[in-house]
Nanobody, 122 residues
Framework: QVRVAESGGGLVQAGGSLRLSCTASALAFERYAMGWFRQTPGKEREGILCISWSGVTTTYSDSLKGQFTISRDNAKKMVYLQMNSLKPEDTAMYYC???????????????WGQGTQVTVSS
């Protein structure tokens, strides 16, 4: 059974940085694209970034480009989301998801984590 798990969320002051981590078990991690998404209550889930099995990055949100970066370490079976210059509007539940090989343009990833909460205080 594939399990995706995020970690690293928490409370941070505006202007600060945070790095989220995600791991996926029971799959050949190096063959999977990994994506990061976020959602706030009452709003649709928003795509942030995805990194393919070969390391190609897909940007889902142009507004977050440059503020957030994604990376992966296949040896550790981890993917990271580095978040800088955080603002209160970045407060959300952040999710990690996995899909075989390529990032999904429609964000239809088959495997999702439970999310990690990020709260940015003003």
């Amino acid at each position: 059974q594939v399990r995706v798990a995020e970690s690293g969320g928490g409370l941070v002051q505006a202007g600060g940085s945070l790095r989220l981590s995600c791991t996926a078990s029971a799959l050949a991690f190096e063959r999977y694209a990994m994506g990061w998404f976020r959602q706030t209550p009452g709003k649709e889930r928003e795509g942030i970034l995805c990194i393919s099995w070969s390391g190609v990055t897909t940007t889902y949100s142009d507004s977050l480009k440059g503020q957030f970066t994604i990376s992966r370490d296949n040896a550790k079976k981890m993917v990271y989301l580095q978040m800088n210059s955080l603002k209160p509007e970045d407060t959300a539940m952040y999710y990690c998801a996995a899909a075989d090989y390529s990032c999904r343009s429609d964000m239809a990833f088959p495997y999702w984590g439970q999310g990690t909460q990020v709260t940015v205080s003003s």
